[in-house]
């Protein structure tokens, strides 16, 4: 599972696919396998779904407010 770090890429690609809702998740520093900070983008990597929390579900539109 990769995870976007920063909400405005994250708000970005989602509207670039049609989507208008991005998913908040918590993961434990010890999970993670990978960091990747490559083309302005901030992304973590986690093998097992089991190991993120969901938080919330947020709309794209109010993400330019956090």
């Not at 938080?55 to 539109?61: E, F, G, L, P, Y």
């Amino acid at each position: 599972m990769l995870i976007r770090l920063d909400p405005i890429i994250a708000a970005r690609f989602a509207m670039e696919r049609g989507v208008n809702m991005v998913s908040e998740y918590k993961v434990k520093k010890k999970d993670i396998i990978a960091l990747f900070l490559r083309r302005g983008e901030k992304e973590v990597l986690v093998l097992n779904k089991d190991q993120v929390q969901f938080v919330r579900k947020i709309n794209v539109n109010d993400i330019s407010e956090l």
